[in-house]
């Protein structure tokens, strides 16, 4: 099993419409979740951190669910400028083989979203 | 304004040659860590790097080489022993990681185009 997995996509959607992404964790001791965007031959770029008790951001809601061990993306309102590939980023300690502490980040593999007329 | 700098935006490799792609980080981050990314694909951890002078093996290190000798700097060596090096290399850092929160947030650098002629 991945250490992070994502729907799968493409998502095709109209403008104005709600979507959802969901994205699961296998690391029970994960500690931070991200939600980034990453528009075609650029870098990722933060779109939202996500914090336990869930948070929002103009049309953008992240929720985290600890007990099913996955994070949320939902957009509200599609615009034609959402369409993007969106990355969730896990981080959780872990040590390296001399035992130092560090954090892993790992990235799912991303969604694709696409909004049309 | 503090941030990540990569070069060489393109840049472009014969075959059996070795290339360094640079990364420069004014933001006073510890982490520092480079990717690889395919088209349609996720990205995939190289290197990483907790401080200076050290440095550990990621999911796809064979091929490759770093070395972290100034905070600052945190340079990827792409060998002549990487069978397929044609790839989007992004060089990413991250503040000293704090326990649940939101603030360990990954910045990326503009990332680095390479092509094997």
């Known amino acids: 099993r991945k250490e992070v997995e994502q729907d799968p996509g493409p998502f095709n959607v109209p403008e104005g419409a709600t979507v959802a992404f969901n994205c699961t964790y296998s690391n029970s001791a994960s500690q931070s979740f991200f939600w980034y965007r990453q528009d075609c031959r650029k870098e990722p770029k933060l779109l939202m951190s996500?914090?336990?008790s869930g948070n929002e951001d103009g049309r953008f809601t992240a929720q985290l669910n600890r007990a099913s061990q996955y994070i949320s993306l939902l957009i509200r309102d599609s615009k034609l400028s959402d369409s993007a590939t969106y990355l969730c980023?896990?981080?959780?300690?872990?040590?390296?083989?001399?035992?130092?502490?560090?954090?892993?980040?790992?990235f799912g593999q991303g969604t694709i979203l696409t909004v049309h007329p | 304004d503090g941030g990540i700098t990569q070069s060489p935006k393109y840049l472009f490799r014969k075959e059996g040659q070795n290339v360094t792609l640079s990364c420069e980080q004014n933001?006073?981050?510890?982490?520092m860590y480079w990717y690889r990314q395919d088209p349609g694909q996720g990205l995939r951890l190289i290197y990483y790097?907790?401080?200076?002078?050290?440095?550990q093996k990621g999911d796809i290190a064979e091929g490759y080489s770093v070395s972290r000798e100034k905070k600052e700097s945190f340079p990827l060596t792409v060998t002549s022993a990487q069978k397929n090096p044609t790839a989007f290399y992004l060089c990413?850092?991250?503040?000293?990681?704090?326990?649940?929160?939101?603030?360990?947030?990954?910045?990326f650098g503009a990332g680095s185009r390479l092509t094997v002629l």
């Open positions: 996500v914090y336990s």
């Open positions: 980023v896990v981080i959780f300690r872990s040590a390296n083989a001399g035992g130092t502490s560090y954090g892993k980040l790992t």
């Open positions: 933001l006073n981050h510890d982490a």
């Open positions: 990413a850092s991250r503040p000293p990681l704090r326990a649940f929160s939101g603030a360990n947030v990954l910045t």
């Open positions: 790097s907790q401080i200076v002078n050290d440095f």
